[in-house]
């Protein structure tokens, strides 16, 4: 059985490279801002990995004969697919993500309603997590606009539940069956969370660590640059001193070292600027 699922991860695992190289690879190549990189890729793993789990949680509808997700399932896969091809054509994170978390949240609220009025934390996890993306990718009051949105469908499900109101249920809808698998949707969701956003972070760290080292090897590189022209220079001074010294030239002697020990002290200060920086 864990040789089984090895392999099968690792099919996956070559599907995700594979695909990521052919819309992404040469999107992030072309893409200078770091934190844009990281936008990019996080709509990528968060839409590759959400389709993976959509086929999944398709099958598991189609045991039950669920007729709405039956429907807005595939609507969603397609959504994201577009959204894939859509940053695969250099449109930016920003729009992007923006339709990638209005679908994730949308699609789930209609799913959600005509499945009884649902807030069972498979809903819930992905709700919070389209926010989480809008948040990230879009900007801090288009996040909130999302949150006003759910917390109206919470409302709206409120009064429908208080008032007794009758609202048409998917048929193949059961609560039973629900229940039976809540705790395998909800552990693929929290797999889902910690892969898609905690590799977003892991991104963000590892970038500016790759820029923090590049700007030291810059600053190493100048004062290289700085330290072997005073190098040069001292030495060019040393040589015309040792001649002064040969012919008798006390004045020229007294010049070159006074240089020389001028070019020193810039060095020294090149060096002390380095370690405060």
């Not at 770091?34 to 890729?41: G, L, N, T, V």
């Not at 970038?207 to 330290?227: A, D, G, V």
């Amino acid at each position: 059985m864990a040789k089984l699922l090895r392999q099968g991860w690792l099919f996956i695992k070559n599907i995700y490279l594979n695909t990521e190289r052919g819309i992404i690879g040469n999107v992030i190549l072309h893409t200078e801002n770091s934190y844009e990189q990281a936008k990019i890729k996080l709509i990528f793993d968060y839409a590759f990995f959400y389709i993976v789990l959509l086929m999944t949680f398709l099958f598991i509808n189609m045991l039950s004969q669920n007729s709405v997700n039956i429907l807005l399932i595939p609507l969603m896969i397609i959504i994201l697919m577009i959204c894939l091809l859509l940053l695969r054509k250099r449109v930016s994170a920003r729009k992007v993500g923006l339709l990638t978390s209005f679908t994730t949240l949308c699609i789930p609220i209609m799913s959600s309603f005509f499945n009884d009025q649902d807030l069972s934390p498979k809903y819930t996890l992905i709700w919070v997590m389209s926010i989480l993306l809008c948040y990230i990718t879009v900007n801090l009051k288009t996040a909130l606009i999302w949150s006003l949105t759910l917390c109206g469908y919470l409302v709206a499900v409120a009064y429908v539940k208080l008032n007794n109101i009758v609202v048409y249920v998917s048929p193949g809808y059961s609560s039973a069956f629900q229940y039976l698998a809540n705790p395998l949707i909800v552990g693929m969701y929290l797999l889902f969370l910690i892969r898609a956003l905690g590799q977003y972070y892991r991104n963000i760290i590892s970038m500016e660590q790759k820029r923090t080292m590049e700007k030291q090897q810059q600053h190493l590189s100048l004062i290289n640059q700085h330290l072997t022209k005073q190098f040069l220079l001292v030495k060019g001074l040393s040589r015309s001193g040792k001649s002064a010294f040969v012919k008798g030239e006390l004045e020229l002697l007294e010049v070159c070292f006074t240089e020389i020990e001028k070019q020193c002290g810039t060095a020294i200060d090149y060096l002390n600027d380095s370690r405060e920086h």
